[in-house]
């Protein structure tokens, strides 16, 4: 593995001298109008060159930086994504850590960038390297979301005490079974901690150094309402376009330890976040009317505030298992056309598009080196890889692939239509079929699909009021097999099949 070395906060307080916001940032009007294709991405793995196919990034073969990731973008704006979620850039710990490499969650500072992604070869600083990478993002349309870390890595604790949450004992605190981390302490909306602030800008305006255009905040809900609120407004006067995301889920009642504090989502987005995550990764549990709930109550909930606000559509993040590991490659494609037909805004993860089962052939074995104090190569099962110097993400499906590549390409065809269009809910009469129509002016689509991905669905009656027996339907993803009746639709559907059709005579629903 390349030669590595350590980046001092001097190096970034040499470029900080102004702080510019992005003169272009259009990331939040676009995300606030469901228009923002968003795909995550670890810059450690993304452009990561495995010459000799082992999966692990050995010596003399090159990791991921913000360089080498400059050649993928063009296959990203083919994929029609204009929006990545960077994983967290900041430098990693190494004691008490995770993996070979460190997680990038376990941040061992907030004012400096991650020398794991800087190559050392170019004549351009760390900072030029990170700038010319969210350069090259904005010449190809793509905007750029950066991730901030909840809490700090053992490293940090030693150097930085006063950032921390302490117990009666004085020793740092473990939140849940996140070891290689510790709580810091944010303070509670009566007293914040000056310190803890004072960190997060300083991470705020190296983003802006760099011409990022938003931030993902890592478990948000741990941190308080008044804390939010001020480092949205310190950001917003410098760039009022600068989108915030908050990791935080309807689904989540409490804190991830009891010394945590607990912000809810919807105080979250009160706060000023544009949006939020919603339970969608749940959708792998669910039957159809549990699932036609949480979209109907996202749509009830983000009119509810007085500045607009939206949701990603959490199907597939880096903290849930593979959909193909779940339920092979119909789970895939189902994510991929609710992604293109749902009123919120596409969110994927780097290798989802190509079926990429994220099982690594030497996950938790022992590691011949590390960087870290940890010995193992740690990973969680079917789960992108943050913690070692792994392979670039990809499978080789190319169904899933096509699948994707149809229907993203069918959103950007009808943006208006699924941005803007409304939401009806059909009724069906077999729990595990779902169904959808979207519908503006004289155009409609609707989506028809099967929960359960072991066994088909057969004569499913779909109660459509508006359908005639002589409909014509365009078939988007799928053969003639809907047939419409008087307020009906009837089909049958193997097992976790979606299928998308058009209605061709204008004015039908």
Known sequence: MKKRFLLTAAIFFAFSGAVFAGENNDLRTLFLNNKSNICCINLRTFNAKDVNGNEIIDEGEESGTFLNAIERLDEL???????????????VGRLKALGTAGSVYAVSDFWSLNPQLIDENSELSSIEQAKKFVDECHKRGIRVIIDLPSCGSYD??????????????????????????RLLNTGNNSKLNQDVLDAHKKFVDMLLLIGADGIRAD???????AFWEEIIK?????????MFLAEASDSWREPPSKYAEFTPYNKLLGAGFDGYYGSFF???DWNAEEFIEHIKFNIKLLHSYNQPKSVILSFSTHDEVSPIVLHGENFSNMISWLNATLPFNPYCIDGFFTGDSYLYPWANTRAEKSETDDIYYFVHRGKLDIFNFSRRPGGKNLNVLNNFKRAYEFRKNNSDLISKGSFIDFKTDNDKVFAYARTLRNDTVIVIGNL?????QNKVTIKAPGIKKRTDFEFINCEGTIKPGRNRIYTDLSAGEIKVIKIATKGNL
């Open 77 to 91: 704006k083919e994929l029609n994504i204009n929006t990545l979620h960077v994983l967290p850039i900041t430098p």
């Open 156 to 181: 940090l604790f030693l150097t930085h005490p006063e950032l921390f949450l302490k117990d009666s004992k004085q020793c740092s605190i473990v939140p849940t079974d996140w070891t290689d981390v």
């Open 219 to 225: 478990v948000a809900t741990i941190k308080p309402s």
């Open 234 to 242: 310190y950001t917003r006067e410098k760039d009022p376009e600068f």
């Open 282 to 284: 749940n959708l792998k």
């Open 452 to 456: 359960d991905f072991e066994k088909p």
